[in-house]
């Protein structure tokens, strides 16, 4: 069966989907010794795949990895980067770092803090990527100034960045502090920086940004406490489960 060869890539384990993409734009793929271009389709069963000049195949696919990372302010949430700036996988023991193709999942700012997810699990990846997931993301947030109710109403509204309207979201006070806010933020969508471009537009700029859980996957259950900034842990069984409820929720379409 032919599949799209970032797809293969991805299921293997070697690197998300989009890394995969990168690989074949800088021209590090080959099918059966032809440089490999975006969208093209191979059978793994026939095909001889090279990445950097060496063969890789379905048997070489590391066991899959779920982790929970508890992201330190000033890590950048790519796998390198060529600024030299500590990664989020600079943060794991060098036998999860090296040939098991762990990335993290989405992206936190560099100066925001709070749970990330990394896998290699490729298609959890993508699902969890898709611009039609909605999976739920907790923020604790702290903004200049005191917002009033009618400043909360328009936020959990929605405000139009780039031309479209973000998707309603829960935003609720948690305590007023002398010249600052922390709020509780929960959203449905990522879109790039959006909690600081929104709380910008409103006229109250974001000074701290903490990411409290995905889901019902949280920084802080009862069994494993608190997770220290930079440690991460494996996530549990049910967490596990929870997540590969999501890959059903979206079309993974070749």
Avoid at 81 to 105: F, N
Avoid at 155 to 184: D, F, N
Wanted: aromatic share 4%.
């Amino acid at each position: 069966m032919e599949v799209r060869v970032q797809k293969i890539i991805s299921q293997w384990g070697i690197a998300s989907r989009r890394e995969a993409e990168e690989m074949i734009k800088q021209s590090r793929v080959k099918i059966n010794g032809i440089l490999a271009h975006l969208g093209q389709k191979v059978d793994p069963q026939r095909d001889t795949i090279c990445i950097d000049g060496k063969t890789v195949s379905q048997n070489q696919r590391p066991a899959l990895i779920y982790l929970l990372l508890h992201k330190p302010p000033g890590v950048v949430s790519t796998c390198n980067d060529p600024q030299g700036r500590t990664t989020v996988l600079d943060l794991l023991p060098q036998q999860l770092q090296h040939g098991t193709g762990i990335h993290p999942v989405g992206r936190l700012d560099t100066d925001s803090t709070g749970a990330l997810i990394l896998t290699n699990d490729g298609d959890l990846t993508f699902a969890l990527t898709h611009p039609s997931h909605n999976i739920s993301k907790t923020y604790h947030v702290v903004v200049k100034g005191h917002p009033p109710e009618t400043v909360l109403k328009r936020w959990r509204e929605g405000v139009v960045l780039e031309g479209r309207k973000t998707r309603s979201a829960k935003v609720s006070l948690i305590k007023p502090l002398a010249k600052q806010s922390k709020l509780e933020i929960i959203l449905q969508e990522g879109r790039n920086r959006q909690i600081r471009r929104v709380a910008e537009q409103l006229g109250y700029p974001v000074i701290q940004l903490h990411r409290t859980a995905i889901g019902s996957i949280q920084l802080q259950t009862p069994n494993a406490g608190f997770l220290d900034v930079g440690d991460y842990r494996h996530l549990t069984s049910e967490e596990i489960i929870f997540l590969n409820d999501q890959i059903k929720r979206i079309p993974i379409n070749d």
